[in-house]
Nanobody
Framework: VQLQASGGRSAQAGGSLRLTCQAS???????VGWYRQAPGNQRELVAA???????RYGDSVKGRFTISRDNGKKQVYLQMYNLEVADTAVYYC?????????WGQGTQVTVSS
């Protein structure tokens, strides 16, 4: 499975961004979503779809970020609102098909005050 993340850039605190993950395989019935990693920190869950289609979010982004997808396009989106400086990180697309874990190359999000 190939994953291509895009949409990362610099933004002001309080602003918004949308990230896109283009998958090479179906986004139905799999675990697919976003993680992030800031310098010196462990990679953490941002938002992801479970196999049953329900979504889960990391505590720090609940109420500010929304995950969505277009299964026809094999794309998963992360809409980020009310950005905070602490959201600065490399954002990775993640995919699990019950056999393997797959990671995209990451896209940098930098939020300044």
């Amino acid at each position: 499975v190939q994953l291509q993340a895009s949409g990362g850039r610099s933004a002001q605190a309080g602003g918004s961004l949308r990230l896109t993950c283009q998958a090479s395989e179906t986004t139905r019935g799999v675990i697919v979503g976003w993680y992030r990693q800031a310098p010196g920190n462990q990679r953490e869950l941002v938002a992801a779809f479970r196999r049953d289609g329900s979504a889960r979010y990391g505590d720090s982004v609940k109420g500010r970020f929304t995950i969505s997808r277009d299964n026809g396009k094999k794309q998963v989106y992360l809409q980020m609102y009310n950005l905070e400086v602490a959201d600065t990180a490399v954002y990775y697309c993640h995919y699990n098909d019950e056999v393997n874990d797959y990671w995209g190359q990451g896209t940098q999000v930098t939020v300044s005050s």
